[in-house]
Structure formats: C-alpha cells, structure tokens
C-alpha cells in the first residue's frame, strides 16, 4: 500500500492504494467516481478512457504508481467544459446512447478527438474512436453527433 | 397513487412483493410459468387486472414515476413503456420519471407469466396493458375531479397532467391523486384512437439519454454499499470441473483480502475470494494455485465437435416440418442439385457490463441488485440458496450494460455464486463479479451449429424440393421450458428462422440433431434465427444468381402470397434502394436479405467494397414492418445499431473456440466485437405504415446483416462464405 | 681512380639494396593492408548479421512496420484496439501510444512502456506491406542511409543501439497482461552493442 497524492478534475486527492492498482479502480472504489467504466481491463475497449494530462488514456491499463502529478480529468468533468458539454449535448440530441455502458469513454475520446480536429473528417473520427467498443452497436449516431458538436462549437 | 413524503426515492419495496402463497417453497416450474398461456400459441393473455398504484406513482410536486416492468439494457424500454403509459394517462411527459420495477408477481409479462424481458416482446406484450393502467388511472383521476366540483366526468378533459372542468376549473394530478387512489379501479376505460397519440408513434427522445452521458448514473457494478466487499470466483478450466484442492497463501498476502473458499457452482465447484475492492479480489483470484479434478465431465472439443456435427448433419434428424414429398430430392438429378454445408461457432454475448450481482443476506431477510433480465428466477434462485421465502428477499432491478440474452439464464448461476457466498458472509453485501476473462470463458453461448441442405433447382430455377438438416445443442433440453419448446425432440429454437420460412418451397423437410455437449449454453440475441436467416438468405441469393433474377424479384416471387410483412418490407426496400442499388461504383457490391423474425419483417441492402481485406458498409438500408411503431426514433436506433451487433457474428475473431475442454479465447483480444470501422457508415431505417399491434425490433435486426454482407462479397469475389466467422474473404 | 669506382660501385649497390627494400617493404605493407581490409570487410558484415537478428526480433520489428499499424506479440499480429499510427507515428487525439504506454512497463496490467512510446517512422520500416521482415541487405542500407536514419553516422548509430531508451527497453519488455514475461531478443544487449561497434568499425558494410 502506498499514498498518491492526485489532481482528479481540478481537485487534490490523498489515495492509499497498492502500488499496482490501475488508475480505473483507484478513481471508482477509492474516489467513489462510478463514471468511467471496467468493460476488459486490458485496453482493447476504451470504456476506461479518462483524461491524463490532455491525452486520452486507458485507465485500466495504467497502474497508479505511474500517474503523478499529471492531471487526470473524468467524464464526471465534461458537464463543465465546453467541448465536453457540446458533445454531451450532441448525444442527447441524437439519442446515441443505449445501454449507454460504454459512452463514458467514447464521449471522453470524442472530446480528445475535437480538441484537437475541431472539423474531424469521417475518417478522423474512425480513427480516434476505432478503438472503442459498442456492443449495442451505437457507431452509426456516434458519427453523427460528433460532427453535430463539431458544428456547435464552429 | 400513494402520496409519499418528499425524501423517499420511490415505493416501498417490501409493498409490491406480492407474491403468492402458492409461491413459498415448491419448485420452480410449477409457481411462476403461466405455461398454458405460453403453450397456447397465438392466444390473447389471459385478462388480468394489474393495479396501478404498482405502477404509477403521482408525487405531490406533479412528477409521474412509472415502474417499467422488465429490464432496460439497451433496448429502450425505460422510455417506451412509460411513453405508451403516460399518452393514455395525458400525463405531461416532461414530469415523467421511470424506475425499473423490482421482482414481483405483479411486473411478471402478461403473455409469459414471468417476470423477464425477452423475445423482443417488451412492447408487443405490454402494450395494451400499459395503455389499459394509463386509461384506468386517467380515469380515475377525472373521476375524482369530476366528485370534487360535482360534475359529470363527460364535462371532464385532461392534458399534461391537469384535469380540466367547466367554467375554467382545473385541477393538478397531484391534488388529486389521494382522492383517486380511494376509488375501486374501473374494470375497463376507454383507449385512445390512434389519432389521439400525443406520444405514441412520435419520435420520443430516451429518458436515461443524459445520466448516461455525464456518468451519473449508476449500473449494477457502480453499486457502492456501506461495509459492502467485492468476490471474484475462480470457475474451472472445463465446464463441470471440481476443486480438489487449493493453496491461498499469495492469494491472501494481498492487502485487503478476506476470505477465500470453495463454493459449489452451477455445474461442479470453484474458489471464491472476498475482498475489500475488486482490483485485490482479481488478484488474489490470478494468484490461487487450484488443484482441478477434470475427471468424469467430457472435455469438448472444438474440431472433435465439427467431425461429430458434420457426420450428423448428413443424416436424417428429428423431423421438425415435412411437407410434400420427402423423397422429392432423391430423385433430383445430381446436376440439377445444389447441396451446401454451413459450420457456425460457438459466440459469447460479452454484453459491455460485466456480470455481476450483489447479495446481502442478514439471516432471516435478504436483498439482492442485479441487471436481470429474468427477475422472476433469478428471485426465486436466491431465496432458494439462502434458505429464505421469495418474500423475505427483496430483488431490485439495476440498469444494465447491455444482454442480449446474457442476463436471461435459467440457472441463475451468477444470483446463485453471489447468493452463496453472501450466506458466508452474512450482514455484509457482497458484490459478485465476472471479470471480462470470465465472461469470454465462462459459457453460457449461443451454440456452433452445422448445417447441410440439399436444394432441388427446377427448370424455372426455384427450388423444386428441400431437404434440410441442423445440428446444434438445446437451449432448453432438462429446463422447465422443455415442455414448451420441444417438439417431436427437436428444440423449435434449433430451427426457427428455417422451419417456419415463409417462402413457398414445395417439398420441404427440415430435421435437427440437438447432440448433449458439456458446454453450457443460452439465446443469443434473435436465437435460432443468427443461423438459420443467413443459411436461407444466403442460399436463396445462391439460387437467384444461378436462375439470373435480381435478388429482390426472386425473393418475391418465392414468398408466399399471404406473407404480408415481409412483402411489404420487402416492396419498400425496393423503393428506398432504386436511387443506388444499380448505380455503384466498380469495386463497390449490393447484398440483399429478407427475415422475420419475432413478428417483425426486415429487409435489408448494404452496399459494400472491400477495404484492407475486410467488407467495408458503405451504407445499409432496411425495410421494417414491426406493426404500429410506439416509438420511430427507437425503432430507427434498434435497427441502426442492432445491425452493428448482428456484424460479431462475421469479425474474424468472431469465434469461441474450445480444445481439450478449455475456452481459447480470454478477452477482447481473442475474442473481438466489432468496432466503428466494422460497422456501416450510414444506416437509413424505413418504417412500413400500419396500425397493427406493435411486434418487437431487438432482435430483428440482427439476423439480416451477415446474409446481406456476405450476399455483397459473393458478388465482388465470386466466392460463398458458408464457414463463419469471416476469417478470410 | 681504381679507388673511387670501387666507392661509386659500392654505394650503387647500397643505395639499390635500400630502394629495394623499400619497394619490398611498401608492397608487404600494402598487401597486409590489402589483406587486412578484406578481414575487416568479412568480420563486419557477419556483425551486421547478428545486429540484423536483432533488428527483426519481435520485440523491435514490430514497431518498424511498413503499415498504418503496429504490431504485438511473438507472433507480430496486428495490435489490438485498432491503434494507428497516425500523423507523427505517435497515434491520434482519440487513441495515442501513450493511452496507454507510459514512461516505464506496467507489470501489474500488462503494458509495456518506455520514454517517447511511438512507432519507428516509415522511413525505418523493416518489414513490407505484408509484414514480412525485409532482407538484410535492404535493412542495412535503410539503416545506413543517413537521409532515413535522423542523419546517423556510424558512431550515430553506435550510440543510439547503446543509449537510446525505446531500445533498451527491448532488454526490459516487462510482462504480457496473462502473467508472463515477453521473450527477449537473441543477442544480451552488451552483445548487440558489441556487434553494432564492430560492424561500426568495419565501416557499417552491407551486403550486396
């Protein structure tokens, strides 16, 4: 067991966890922050994605040890950012989600996404959310409200 | 319409758990299974009265919170039902809230007569009753207003949750709510006429869009209780398998370990270790050194199995149908004989959530949180494991990351592993969890399937005579649903989507082999119909490219006259592809496929190339006839995305594989689901107008899209696919 | 005059014998040199060999792929997830290298990391279109051709096999997410570098 002393959406937080635990587990069982989601724990659906220091990353795969001081932000945080709540927006609008179980990061990776291509192409979109899975197979209205955020934020 | 103080979240629980006395103890088949409804095919539910204080509750600050009846995993109906609810009620639908129902009698499925979702029968069977519990209680309030300033309620008009009398007078649901709930619940009321919806057939936006999308809400593996700790279970390597001994001595060197100990399973026994959070949990699961007794159980084997089922599938099986001459095909010259053989693997569900259930049990009561698509079962399961009455568990219904049948399983084997360990740690919850290695591994898949069909061509190039054998395990061989399913040994899930074709082949027999194989398995999201819609959609395409018809004339000359949905799914599909269908590029190819399935008609034409040596949809068109559309902008999801799932059964990793009795496959990397890139570009859904009874759209979708797929690359590579998944093209 | 003649004769004599074997002693040098490079010229391809069988181990090659996509394990099959290279071999806004390689490995999850986690550019691609590992002679002047290889020399590169961390991490590759540790390269690290400054020193040969 060891103290880590994070910055999780723009506050400081004391965890004690063992060493190896990934960042998924300390943000969801230490911090009690349920938005970012376990769907397969080794980095092959993005349900985890969180933000570490700008860049989109796969909390399940990074063990605590290895954050530091970086700043982790969480879907918890996008309601009070501006391309986050654009792409929040978006998604009610054209009613993507489903079970909704894996949006947490496919929103998380569209915000990466348009932060840094504010007019994304199909197949930039393709790219950065080609990682991610959707078993209820929601990619049709992914696209579709990426480029619709993509508009409102124009 | 109870009033409740302001800081409750809901009803009581313990209220709604009436379950009969018949209930207490017995056995499982006999209590909960309406099995006469459920045998009697076509029958209208029996007529029950279902009491709308269970399923609206009218707050004093004018908010509606209405029970959805069956689990919301996707599908939609969190907001369709209360939709369907709240236009006969005239609620205002910006002060509607819907809660999933706990387990009890009175949430079972009219048609079923369990609690479930399933079939996608969500709306075709609570339809009428959820309009029925609307007009009632519209009634009743309108009744109450009507006593209140002593008028007729003919005087009487409603609309957004507000009762309108003469001269101006109004008056609040909620004022009114405690008055009404005082009157006897009318027998029958008055439905809306169809040009009276104000939701019904709109458009309507889901309700649980938003805490989806700002991680507010919580599924059942978000669960966080006071004192609450977190089991992972180690299953053996072979479905069946037994512990014989285990060293837990790395196991429990983890911090925050609590105990480890052998539980008996559903089949055989396994470890389960309890920690404080679930990162020490799986750890100490990963570090267990277990001694396995594999003996006595059949270790399966994935090409043992296709050697057996491929010596099988050419002998006679079980007759399921035979009609005409069964001898027709013999005597079909060899020439003028298409035969086909088709191998269909093992799929797991890997529903995006992992499987889990949390369990407390304090000794002479119990609760339980699970996102179950069989409460019914699932209920009774635990109260059997812990030794409880159903009425002394208190089974609550949590939103779920998806199923597709994963959550509906006869055995209740995740209730019973986190029932049992729950009983050993009595007073504190326990949280079950199925890592996803476990889901991957664990069983519990739509059975591989082989199949071969002998194809009589006649002169005018239609089939002459089919002959048509299937091989594949019984979903329900040994199960209370036996009785119902089987028929003449042939398990009606085995063949359906073949046996109840509605195209006009004369001569036709369709037989099965369902082969006993140690390896569990459960419905997969449209069942029978994953194999059986692309065999005959794919051979039907085979036979109208060796006859030179387009593949949509041929398919309507085929089908029966009588087979109204699907040619109006069919005629409309023609409509809505002309304008691309002839005019695609070279290397681009048009697929067509036509299936019903749950009483709803689907056609679908995907315009595909190939990309990096994979299909890549270019767009995907379909035509659906699902009756009266509740809810359009759902039904347009359903198929938009459903198309995308039904596409895991062509992923080239798209297979659970087995040697020497073990799953190969461990997780999304061995086993992998379609991604953006796999799925269509664009899908544009056409719904057929009608006002017949509404039939079920999750799982039509998912049977017509690898036929039409693999129909597109027959065209561009001149090759048939008949092996899947799509490995190579 | 006897005298003198006898002196001119002796000093013809001498001054012959000297250029003699000076001429003698200049071709002996030269053949040895001669002799010598064609050593060198042997001895340092067979070191590029053994840094070849490096360079193609799994462990390297598979982030020198000729496609938009790197490669995983010891059977080199295409990463999971779909990760791409994208426009500066680093990934794209959605989905980067560093989503989840970070700055060292991750033994507990199964993540190999190391500082600056990206593919090699394509001008560094060891493989063709089909992932099969290009040949050794193509691979030595991709990796000799100072306009591919950040302007390289010889001594470049020797530094670079001795210093740089994505290599080293080759030696370091941590454990796979089922437990077990990922296979080495066949030569020790102190090996390769020996290999590498031998073939340096031959003058970085390639085969033909």
């Known amino acids: 067991m060891a103290t880590y002393q994070l910055s999780v959406n723009g506050k400081r937080k004391e965890v004690t966890a063992d060493p190896s635990t990934p960042l998924l587990w300390v943000l969801r069982e230490e911090l009690k922050m349920t938005g970012t989601k376990y769907g397969c724990g080794v980095s092959a659906c993005g349900a985890c994605t969180v933000h570490v220091a700008g860049v989109a990353t796969r909390s399940c795969i990074v063990p605590i040890s290895l954050v530091g001081e970086r700043p982790v932000v969480t879907i918890e945080a996008m309601h009070d950012d501006p391309v986050g709540r654009a792409v929040q927006d978006a998604w009610v609008e054209k009613d993507v989600v489903q079970c909704g179980y894996c949006q947490s990061g496919q929103i998380m990776c569209a915000v990466a996404l348009l932060k840094a291509t504010p007019k994304p192409t199909d197949k930039n979109i393709e790219e950065s959310l080609g990682g991610n899975v959707c078993r209820c197979g929601t990619y049709v209205r992914i696209r579709e409200a990426i480029k619709r955020a993509s508009q409102q934020l124009a | 319409m109870r009033l409740k103080s302001e800081n409750s979240t809901g009803f009581s629980r313990r209220g709604f758990l009436r379950v009969s006395a018949a209930a207490a103890g017995g056995l499982l088949a006999s209590l909960y299974f309406d099995l006469r409804s459920v045998a009697q095919e076509g029958q209208a539910p029996p007529a029950k009265i279902y009491p709308p204080d269970a399923f609206i509750h009218i707050k004093p600050d004018n908010k509606i919170v209405i029970q959805v009846n069956r689990l919301e995993f996707g599908q939609g109906v969190h907001t369709s039902l209360p939709m369907i609810l709240a236009d006969e009620l005239d609620a205002d639908w910006q002060q509607v809230i819907a809660e999933l129902a706990p387990a009890a009698d009175v949430y079972k499925d009219p048609l079923y007569g369990m609690q479930m979702v399933g079939g996608s029968g969500s709306i075709a069977h609570s339809f009428q009753q959820y309009r029925e519990l609307g007009a009632k209680t519209r009634a009743m309030l309108v009744a109450a207003a009507a006593d209140r300033w002593k008028v007729s309620p003919d005087q009487c008009r409603t609309e957004a949750s507000v009762v309108h009398g003469p001269g101006g007078k109004t008056a609040k649901y909620a004022e009114l709510a405690e008055a009404a709930a005082r009157r006897p619940v009318p027998a029958t009321a008055r439905l809306k006429q169809p040009s009276e919806f104000r939701l019904i057939g709109k458009p309507v936006r889901r309700l649980d869009s938003r805490s989806k999308c700002d991680g507010s809400l919580k599924f059942g593996l978000d669960l966080d209780l006071p004192e609450m700790k977190v089991a992972v279970v180690a299953h053996p390597p072979v479905f069946g398998g037994r512990v014989k001994g285990f060293t837990d001595s790395e196991a429990r060197s983890i911090d925050g370990v609590r105990e480890v100990f052998e539980i008996p399973l559903a089949k055989g026994t396994g470890v389960a270790v309890v920690a404080d959070r679930f990162w020490a949990a799986k750890q100490a699961r990963d570090r267990l050194k277990i001694e396995w007794d594999l003996s006595g159980v059949e270790h399966a084997d994935s090409s043992q199995l296709w050697t057996k089922y491929k010596e099988l599938a050419r002998t006679p099986g079980n007759v399921s149908v035979a009609r005409g001459d069964a001898k027709a095909i013999d005597q079909v010259d060899a020439a003028k004989r298409l035969v086909a053989e088709y191998e269909f693997p093992y799929l797991a569900h890997s529903p995006m959530e992992p499987l889990n259930t949390t369990v407390r049990f304090d000794g002479d009561r119990a609760e339980v949180w699970a996102g179950s698509q069989f409460q019914t079962m699932d209920h009774m399961a635990v109260a059997q494991v812990l030794g409880l009455k159903p ?145 005959m959609e794919t051979l039907i395409d085979e036979l109208a490219t060796l006859a030179k018809v387009d593949s949509i004339a041929y398919r309507r000359k085929l089908l029966k006259s009588d087979a109204k949905k699907l040619r109006g799914a069919l005629d409309l599909l023609d409509e809505k592809t002309k304008g691309w269908r002839d005019k695609l590029p070279q290397d681009h190819a048009v697929g067509i496929a036509l299936h019903e399935s749950f009483g709803t008609a689907v056609a679908c034409a995907v315009d595909i190339s190939i990309d990096n040596k994979r299909p890549r949809i270019h767009r995907a068109t379909v035509a659906v006839d699902c009756g009266l559309a509740v809810n359009p902008l759902s039904v347009e999801s359903q198929f938009q995305a459903g198309l995308s799932f039904g596409l895991s059964q062509l992923m080239a990793k798209g297979a659970i594989t087995l040697k020497d009795g073990r799953v190969e496959q461990r997780n999304f990397d061995g086993y992998t689901p379609p991604y953006i890139v796999d799925a269509p570009m664009a899908v544009d859904v056409h719904i057929v107008p009608s006002t017949e009874a509404p039939t079920g759209c999750g799982e039509p979708p998912v049977p017509v899209i690898s036929p039409a797929v693999v129909n597109a690359l027959a065209r561009l590579t001149g090759k048939r696919y008949r092996n899947l998944p799509l490995a190579t093209i | 005059m006897m005298h003198n003649r ?51 181990s799994p462990r390297c090659i598979n982030c020198h792929t000729a496609t938009n996509y790197p490669q995983q394990g010891d059977d080199r099959h295409r990463h999971v997830a779909n990760v791409i290279r994208g426009p500066e071999d680093k990934g794209v806004p959605g989905l980067n290298c560093a989503s989840c390689h970070q700055e060292s490995n991750a033994d507990s999850t199964g993540a190999p990391g190391g500082h600056n986690w990206h593919l090699a550019p394509l001008s560094m691609q060891w493989q063709d279109l089909n992932d099969r590992p290009l040949l050794s002679a193509v691979v030595c002047r991709s990796v000799t051709d100072r306009s591919k290889n950040h302007n390289l020399d010889g001594p470049g590169l020797l530094k670079h096999h001795e210093e740089e961390a994505l290599v080293l991490w080759a030696w370091n590759p941590g454990r796979r997410p089922d437990g077990t540790m990922r296979t080495l390269p066949p030569l020790s690290h102190s090996e390769f570098v020996a290999a590498t400054r031998r073939w340096v020193e031959a003058g970085t040969p390639c085969p033909k």
């Open chain 2, 391 to 535: 009425e002394q568990v208190t089974f609550h219904t949590e939103m779920a990351g998806g199923g597709f049948g994963r959550r509906a399983v006869i055995d209740s084997h995740v209730q019973r592993e986190a029932a049992v360990i729950a009983k050993r740690l009595r007073g504190t919850p326990v949280k079950l969890v199925w890592p996803r290695e476990d889901d991957v591994r664990g069983g519990y898949y739509r059975p591989m399937h082989a199949h071969r069909v002998e194809i009589g061509v006649g002169p005018d190039g239609m089939p002459s005579a089919w002959r048509h054998v299937i091989v594949g395990q019984s979903l329900v061989a040994g199960t209370p649903f036996a009785a119902m399913l089987i028929k003449n040994g042939v398990d009606a899930t085995t063949v359906e989507g073949t046996a109840d074709t509605s195209y006009n082949i004369p001569n036709f027999q369709v037989s099965a082999h369902n082969p006993t194989v140690n390896v569990p398995v459960l419905w997969w999201r449209s069942v029978g119909h994953t194999h059986n819609a692309f065999v």
């Open chain 3, 6 to 56: 006898r002196n001119m004769l002796r000093t013809f004599v001498f001054l012959l014998a000297i250029s003699t074997a000076w001429i003698v002693l200049l071709r002996v040098a030269d053949q040895a040199k001669s002799a010598a490079s064609n050593n060198t010229q042997a001895g340092g391809l067979a070191a590029w060999e053994e840094v070849y069988s490096v360079l193609t």
